[in-house]
């Protein structure tokens, strides 16, 4: 079983709609958990990052962590076609000299315009 | 400021032939790393740099090897390649070890025949 796991999708939505995108996990030593998103042929770029339970919410983006769940999830309010992307969740803990990223594999969202 | 930047773009290789990827950033990043992005799989640690002169192992360094002999610059070298190490390959690097900052390069496609 792998410790991140992330529907690959692919998910298609028309334009405006709320995407929600989810990650679990089952390492509890996980502390910190951020979203990428990785535009086709391009490297992956930090959406959003927190490192507790609740809610953050950045302009259309709200991250939400499940800590007692050990779930996590991402929504875009009003999709548009340029959020188009592979969304990558990452996690890691505490220990280490350097904080280590597991990555789920991605979920490719295609927003319909 | 170009970020991270990678060298090659594409590369094709053939089984036992040797190559060495290049990543650069000029951010004044301590910590750097090479993932390896493969279908389904998600990005995976293969080894990352805590700082010049030092690397250490991450979940997938079987069959490459890297060094860090200036602060800007990660090399991962691999020394004979196999088809098992197709893959893309991004370069991050970090101004500290909090993972949550890692900034990416563009990749590079590598094929191995």
């Known amino acids: 079983q792998k410790e991140v796991e992330q529907d690959p999708g692919p998910l298609s939505v028309p334009e405006g709609a709320i995407v929600s995108l989810n990650c679990t996990y089952s390492?509890?030593?996980?502390?910190?958990f951020m979203w990428y998103r990785q535009y086709s042929r391009k490297g992956p770029e930090l959406l959003m990052y927190?490192?507790?339970?609740g809610n953050k919410e950045d302009g259309r983006f709200t991250a939400q962590v499940d800590k007692s769940s050990k779930y996590i999830s991402l929504f875009i309010r009003d999709s548009q076609p340029s959020d188009s992307a592979t969304y990558l969740c990452?996690?890691?803990?505490?220990?280490?000299?350097?904080?280590?990223?597991?990555f789920g594999s991605g979920t490719q969202l295609t927003v319909l315009p | 400021n170009a970020g991270v930047t990678q060298t090659p773009k594409f590369r094709v290789l053939k089984t036992g032939q040797s190559m060495t990827l290049l990543c650069a950033q000029d951010?004044?990043?301590?910590?750097m790393y090479w993932y390896r992005q493969d279908p389904g799989m998600g990005l995976r640690l293969i080894h990352y740099?805590?700082?010049?002169?030092?690397?250490a192992k991450g979940e997938v360094p079987d069959g490459y090897n890297v060094s860090r002999l200036k602060k800007q610059n990660f090399l991962l070298g691999l020394e004979s390649a196999a088809p098992s190490q197709t893959s893309v390959y991004f370069c991050?690097?970090?101004?500290?070890?909090?993972?949550?900052?890692?900034?990416f390069g563009p990749g590079t496609r590598l094929l191995v025949l």
């Open positions: 740099s805590v700082g010049e002169g030092t690397t």
């Open positions: 390492n509890s030593a996980f502390q910190y």
């Open positions: 951010m004044n990043h301590e910590y």
């Open positions: 927190t490192y507790s339970s």
């Open positions: 991050a690097s970090s101004y500290s070890g909090g993972a949550e900052t890692q900034y």
């Open positions: 990452a996690m890691s803990s505490t220990s280490g000299s350097a904080r280590q990223l597991t």
